[in-house]
């Protein structure tokens, strides 16, 4: 794998760090009214809500960031186990898969294609290609990449308060009444990446939406506005254009998680290698589950009831 696609794996996991910012998603209905004077230097208060707390932003839109990544933050150590449903559309084809979290990484099952439900002779390969991970070498490989993975993650997350300039936009509701504040972000002149993936930032400007009831990341919206080189475009180069847009909620009780995730770039990987990342994710019927070990989670999503995921893929279309 290139530089320039294990740079955007961020987007797989971001909820926890999400699967990106990942956390995360389900479109988010914002319909957004005017809010923010650009002059104001104080705080601005908002009207609390019916059961909401009165909602009192930092003048300074950076500040609110900060908070909500170091939530977002707090997300990826937390002891919540879940299973949920994820429906993946790429050029190749469309899948629904059943994941579900353990100490030891997420693991997951096929259980349609193409909007429908796998044949005999699928379930037997998928049967097999699950049942590999109960080889201990395995599962440790499985593992080391979920971590890669997530500390890629980390530093692009611990890195966006100083990567970009914050701009207050508007504010709108949620469909559950918490406040959602729009801040735009363009690249901060002064900002030295710390890591190869980070370089990245230098070449994005976008919209971000922070649920500023919870201080939770609500949605990330970028674009890149010009080509990002690395190792000066021997390593690898995405072109101009290219976006990803990350969203995620409140799927149970105190947990937020990613429940939609578009990835759309174009690039270059060593030079000769043409890098084609697109693809779109939603995901959907969370719920939490007990601590498993690898055995007793793939007994787990084998007898996991998959009835419906066509009805359901269908409305998530």
């Known amino acids: 794998m290139g530089v320039a696609d294990s740079s955007f794996r961020i987007e797989r996991k971001m909820n926890s760090v999400g699967r990106s910012l990942s956390s995360f998603f389900a479109a988010l209905a914002l319909s957004l009214v005017p809010a923010f004077a650009a002059d104001t230097p104080h705080h601005h208060a908002q009207e609390a809500q019916p059961g909401k707390p009165k909602i009192e932003l930092p003048a300074n839109p950076r500040d609110l960031v900060q908070r909500a990544i170091e939530n977002q933050l707090k997300n990826t150590t937390r002891q919540q186990y879940s299973t949920w449903k994820e429906k993946d559309v790429k050029p190749k084809g469309t899948s629904v898969r059943q994941l579900v979290e353990t100490p030891n990484g997420v693991l997951g099952r096929t259980i349609e294609k193409d909007g429908h439900p796998l044949t005999p002779e699928e379930v037997l390969a998928e049967d097999a290609r699950v049942n590999r991970l109960l080889d201990p ?181």
């Open 137 to 317: 070498e395995q599962m440790k490989a499985k593992a080391k990449e979920q971590k890669e993975d997530e500390d890629r993650t980390l530093k692009m997350l611990h890195a966006i308060p100083d990567a970009f300039i914050f701009t207050y936009a508007e504010k709108t509701k949620a469909p559950n009444g918490d406040e959602l504040v729009h801040i735009t972000f363009e690249p901060n002149p002064d900002f030295d990446p710390p890591s190869r993936e980070c370089l990245v930032f230098e070449g994005m400007r976008g919209d971000m939406f922070v649920d500023a009831t919870e201080t939770q990341l609500a949605k990330i919206d970028g674009t890149l506005f010009k080509d990002v080189t690395i190792g000066w475009g021997i390593l690898g180069r995405l072109d101009k254009g290219g976006r990803f847009v990350v969203e995620q909620q409140e799927v149970y009780k105190d947990h937020w998680d990613q429940t939609h995730m578009i990835l759309d770039f174009v690039g270059k990987a060593l030079i000769f290698k043409t890098v084609k990342i697109k693809e779109e994710s939603t995901a959907w019927d969370f719920h939490p589950v007990e601590k498993m070990d690898v055995k007793s989670a793939l007994s787990f999503l084998k007898t996991k009831d998959g009835g419906g995921a066509t009805g359901i893929s269908e409305a998530v279309k």
